[in-house]
């Protein structure tokens, strides 16, 4: 069974930084794209950063220079460096999954993953 836990979400000031990490387990695909998405309420979700089983990146114009997305394929955990932390990060954070075959849209408003975890709480305050 296909399982995302993230973690590492918390509260920190404005200018510091956080690292998420998701662990996946029980994901049958060999090839896939893996992403970090926000969410905060009454606001339409977005797709900040991805990454393709190939090591490819892809990140949304308004974290693109201060996240990182990483992955570490021998303990199947995504990983979200977060520096430069601004109060407008504060949000739900979400790591999902897909195969690559149904990977399109993988940053930004439009973004979509068939798969998400439960997310991870972060709080920026000024």
């Known amino acids: 069974q296909l399982q995302l836990v993230e973690s590492g979400g918390a509260s920190v000031q404005s200018g510091g930084s956080l690292r998420l990490s998701c662990v996946a387990s029980g994901y049958p695909y060999r090839d896939f794209c893996m992403g970090w998405i926000r969410q905060v309420p009454g606001k339409e979700r977005e797709g900040l950063a991805a990454?393709?089983?190939?090591?490819?990146?892809r990140y949304s114009d308004s974290v693109k220079g201060r996240f990182t997305v990483s992955q570490d394929k021998t303990n199947n955990t995504l990983y979200l460096q977060m520096d430069s932390l601004k109060p407008e990060d504060t949000a739900m954070y979400y790591c999902?999954?897909?195969?690559?075959?149904?990977?399109?849209?993988?940053?930004?408003?439009?973004?979509?993953?068939?798969?998400w975890g439960q997310g991870t709480q972060v709080t920026v305050s000024s």
């Open positions: 999902a999954i897909d195969s690559y075959s149904r990977c399109g849209v993988v940053v930004g408003p439009r973004s979509g993953f068939s798969f």
């Open positions: 990454i393709y089983s190939d090591g490819r990146t």
